[in-house]
């Protein structure tokens, strides 16, 4: 049988004794793969990693390492939120390398978004390979493929293993939820006593907010961006609109503007709010936002975020625009 095949009658993993059973059966079934090697995890703090990570702990333990890189393009409290989740309560096998200082100066300067996503994707297989090689004894690399990853390329996934690491590291594959479908990781790692505001978190692209501070990216505007982003999801999540958004961001573009504060004229950046729901990424539609909701977001905003002066609502469904903005 197709290993890369999931079987026809496999039922949709919707319930905890569902997630339960199959919890246990790849606890086993991890077991017996690894046996007493050591097994290297790229952890992003994603649905997909967070849930593959807390799965080996409960079948290896230790034995499995965890590499979270943080490339200082996070949202706000992400990398924090790792640690404390897989260090302090799972008690992982956790390395932690916050690369912040590296991704913002090889980027310095670079506007062009194709060229900013290669440069982090570059660098951050480098920081992975670095840590990797710095490790004794590692025989296998876990990846949170899922089932999706693995339709998209007809069966055939091109493991594009979070390093692409070299040719000459050969590691056997550990793959635990490649069968499964995004909701039912969801529910697996609810099962294994994720927090929610992990299992459900947005999707979120590898370059972070690399994509969302549009133009060549300065520290400030970058932190800018990410305390106004803090707040948007703050304030959808205090309204109920959490559950009922697919995704939701905040966009700091390169452009000033003139405002007032405190009686003076001052120059600031807008944010610009994106709130789409899609069923399939392939095309998506405007989230209607209560106007008295987004009052209150641009009142926070603009009076507690340093350097923005104006909030804006996308209004552009794909197609025309793409669900990113860059």
Request: with cysteine.
């Amino acid at each position: 049988m197709d290993s890369n095949k999931r079987p026809e009658n496999m039922e949709r993993i919707t319930t905890k004794e569902l997630a339960d059973a199959f919890i246990a059966e790849q606890v086993e079934a991890v077991r017996k793969q690894v046996g007493d090697k050591k097994v290297l995890l790229a952890l992003s703090g994603g649905v997909d990693s967070s849930v593959v990570a807390a799965l080996l702990i409960k079948a290896i333990g230790k034995q499995l390492v965890c590499v979270h890189v943080n490339h200082g393009l996070m949202r706000k409290g992400e990398s924090e939120q790792v640690i404390e989740v897989f260090k302090g309560q799972l008690d992982a096998n956790l390395i932690y390398v916050d690369a912040t200082d590296r991704f913002l100066d090889l980027l310095a300067g670079v506007s062009e978004p194709e060229k900013k996503r290669k440069i982090i994707g570059g660098e951050f297989i480098k920081v992975f390979d670095e840590e990797a090689s710095k490790l004794e004894g590692i025989s296998f690399l876990a990846q949170g493929t899922i089932y999706p990853d693995i339709l998209e390329s007809d069966g055939v996934k091109a493991h594009h293993n979070v390093g692409g690491l070299p040719e000459d590291m050969q590691f056997e594959l550990v793959e635990p939820v490649k069968l499964l479908f995004k909701d039912e990781v969801r529910v697996v790692g609810s099962a294994l006593g994720l927090p929610d505001t992990m299992v459900y978190r947005q999707p979120f692209p590898g370059p972070g907010l690399g994509v969302r501070c549009t133009g060549a990216i300065t520290r400030d505007r970058l932190h800018a961006l990410r305390e106004a982003d803090a707040i948007l999801r703050e304030e959808f999540d205090k309204n109920g609109l959490a559950g009922k958004v697919w995704q939701y961001f905040i966009v700091v573009p390169d452009m000033k503007s003139v405002g007032v504060k405190d009686g003076k004229r001052y120059e600031g950046w807008s944010a610009i709010i994106r709130a789409v729901n899609t069923t399939d990424a392939m095309s998506a539609t405007i989230e209607e936002i209560p106007y008295a909701l987004l009052h209150k977001i641009t009142a926070r905003i603009t009076s507690e975020v340093d350097g923005i002066n104006r909030v804006l609502y996308d209004l552009t469904p794909k197609p025309v625009g793409t669900i990113e903005f860059e």
